[in-house]
């Protein structure tokens, strides 16, 4: 079965960093956008990311521009999100998804993504 298990998340201070993993078991992932979501209680899934197959377009989330960075390493078929200048309102568990079957879609909707993997929460403290 093919899985995207995520990494990295944990407590971090406001103003700080972490960065985020995510491990595809399957190299089908590589032909593929990919993205990170996030979702905070009581409120929609969201997209902070999305990259396209060949990692050369990306797109970002207003509330993440300027702060967070989406990459994919095809050889060893991973994605990463690190993020910067992190905020209470980062606080979320966040998700690496594969596209259904799109290869530079970046319009970051969920119900465009087909593999998840079981995230990993992300908690900012003020």
């Known amino acids: 079965q093919v899985q995207l298990v995520e990494s990295g998340g944990g407590l971090v201070q406001s103003g700080g960093s972490l960065r985020l993993s995510c491990a595809a078991s399957?190299?089908?992932?590589?032909?593929?956008?990919m993205a990170w979501f996030r979702q905070a209680p009581v409120k929609e899934r969201e997209c902070a990311a999305a990259?396209?197959?060949?990692?050369?377009?990306?797109s970002y989330g207003d509330s993440v521009k300027g702060r967070f960075t989406i990459s994919r390493d095809k050889l060893w078929n991973t994605m990463t999100l690190q993020m910067n200048s992190l905020k209470p309102a980062d606080t979320a568990v966040y998700y690496c998804?594969?596209?259904?079957?799109?290869?530079?879609?970046?319009?970051?909707?969920?119900?465009?993504?087909?593999?998840w993997g079981q995230g990993t929460q992300v908690t900012v403290s003020s």
């Open positions: 998804a594969a596209h259904l079957n799109a290869y530079n879609d970046l319009s970051g909707l969920p119900a465009d993504f087909g593999t």
């Open positions: 399957a190299r089908t992932f590589s032909s593929y956008t």
């Open positions: 990259i396209s197959w060949t990692g050369g377009r990306s």
